[in-house]
């Protein structure tokens, strides 16, 4: 699914995360949903298929060619090389879902700065759609073969804000329930978007807050400049600006201290 996303400026390294993204949905889309999809279990009990490993694989290739210098971070294969110019890659986030044939799930390519994503592209090859963002550039998504632009809503009250919370085992798992339900019963609409998706309706203004806990770097490095390119904003739950903490709060921009001080209570 190549992009030529001609309506704002392409530094090489945006360049190239597109072309590593091309690069993972020729590897990932040939095996979604196939009945011989190689599926193996993980020492954190987490599930990875053979179209797992083989999209980290081709997008390290790329990478240890063109960027040798640069370090590598991926879910599969662990981190190499250096941490200041870092290329953090989640080659499915969606596993469970792309092991069940259920078509929410995606590639996530970030280039990271001292820590700091600054570019990210996000490839959901069977919905068909792309993301991606550099810092300074905007956020934007192909519609009908046109780049579009992305903004997060104008949403200012909770009373009609609409939430993704990914996964009450998840919020269990953080003693966190408590404040999931705070959360549901304060807002108008909550509903479990899932992984990198809730993210993307985030940027697109679609819904007004994202909210997770027990995640890594891998897992929402690449949505940081997508989601703030489009005016909103992401930090972890406690507000502290970092995607290590395993945790992350996304919101539209507008609505994060309020988000902030309801996660607290």
Known sequence: ?????????????L?????LADAA??????RFDTSDLEISTKADNSHVTDADLATERAIRSILETERPEDGIFGE????????????????IDGTANFLRGVPLWGTMIALAIDGVPQIGVVSMPALGRRWWASEGHGAWTTVEGEARRLRT?????????????????????ADR???????????????????VY???????????????????????AAAVPIVREA?????????????????????????????????QS
């Open 1 to 13: 699914m190549t992009t030529s996303p001609h309506a704002e400026p392409l530094s090489h390294d």
């Open 15 to 19: 360049e190239l995360a597109l072309r």
């Open 25 to 30: 949905d020729a590897q990932s889309l040939p």
């Open 76 to 91: 599969e294969f662990g981190a190499q090389g250096s941490t200041q110019r870092q290329w953090i890659i989640d080659p």
């Open 153 to 173: 809503s104008s949403v200012s009250s909770l009373d009609d804000a609409s939430v993704s919370f990914q996964s009450i085992a998840q919020w269990a798992e």
């Open 177 to 195: 329930l408590d404040t999931l339900l705070t959360v549901a019963e304060r807002v108008w609409r909550d509903r479990a978007y899932g992984d």
């Open 198 to 220: 809730s993210y993307m309706l985030l940027a697109e203004g679609r819904i007004d807050m994202v909210a997770e806990f027990g995640v890594k770097e891998y897992d929402i």
């Open 231 to 263: 005016g909103g904003r992401m930090t972890a739950v406690d507000g502290t600006e970092t995607i290590s903490s395993r945790s992350t709060l996304a919101t539209n921009g507008t609505l994060h201290g309020d988000f902030l001080t309801l996660m």
